[in-house]
DNA sequence: TATTGTTATACTCTATAACTATA
DNA sequence: TATAGTTATAGAGTATAACAATA
């Protein structure tokens, strides 16, 4: 019988894990959740309808409306009505929400750096040549939140 | 600011999450989690007493003793107390648990299989030397059942 | 006293599905 | 009627911490 760390999935799955749990880390100091700074993170390049979002986290709308509630009511984002009196509502960054971005970006492109920093340029664009085309062969369904 | 996408963390976070809900489907169907499946393949290879599973699996004494009982009630493992009426208990697969590892090693190999097989074996052999650069270097802390 | 295992409790996250409001 | 968003409920999974038993 084949040992776990004969397949590729396994030692993807440990990095992978590591990498989420070293991000997850940084978060926590600053009271906000993966989950939490991916829906803020797509939202910085397009404000978004909570549906779509809903469709873009790969979450049900009543998960996200729960998420956009916290959001909101940590001043991140605004959830305003739609022009009309619409029920409809846009859900878009405050400017904290977009500073909050911009720092943890920062967090990202470091953990990003401190993983995977120290190989060669054309072993990374490799990596993630590969990884693209697995993605794009399986069909991306969602943005990794979990 | 960087998108989410130029960070190898991200397209290693999708390949990773794409694979575990992959094996998450196989295993649903057979009323086994991911969690106990690990726990299940661990004991595989050698018996082990309840605090060392947990560490191994980088979880509670809490949870793994749930973990235990629900394995020990599908009668997937056995709890025998050590010689001496000790209250130390060793955890071994029953002979069912033993033949439920081997199905699922081999949904693993498949699995696997389908989201790397189309790989030269010299970029696997790569990707793995690489991985487990990287978790060698960050230090191993326990077999990624999350 | 230190270690091992169990239990009760609580918390987080999410899905489901019923409900409300709008188009 | 179909769609968008909310809410109540329930379930899974885990940590924490108090507890019991053992060495």
């Known amino acids: 019988m084949s040992r776990l760390d004969s397949h590729v999935g396994y030692w993807l799955r440990c990095?992978?894990?590591?990498?989420s749990h070293a991000l997850n880390r940084e978060l926590e100091d600053k009271g906000v959740t993966l989950t939490e700074w991916i829906a803020l993170r797509e939202l910085y390049?397009?404000?978004?309808?909570?549906?779509?979002?809903?469709?873009?986290?790969?979450?049900?709308?009543g998960a996200v409306s729960k998420l956009a509630r916290k959001l909101a009511s940590n001043l991140m984002i605004t959830q305003q009505a739609s022009a009309g009196g619409s029920r409809a509502q846009m859900l878009s960054l405050t400017d904290d929400g977009r500073a909050v971005v911009r720092v943890f970006a920062v967090i990202l492109d470091q953990a990003d750096q401190e993983f995977f920093?120290?190989?060669?340029?054309?072993?990374?664009a490799l990596i993630v040549a590969i990884l693209r085309d697995i993605v794009r062969?399986?069909?991306?369904r969602a943005v990794p939140a979990d």
């Open 15 to 19: 990095v992978a894990n590591q990498f």
């Open 45 to 61: 390049d397009t404000d978004m309808r909570s549906s779509a979002l809903a469709e873009r986290l790969g979450m049900t709308r």
């Open 117 to 124: 920093g120290h190989l060669e340029p054309d072993t990374r």
């Open 137 to 140: 062969r399986r069909g991306l």
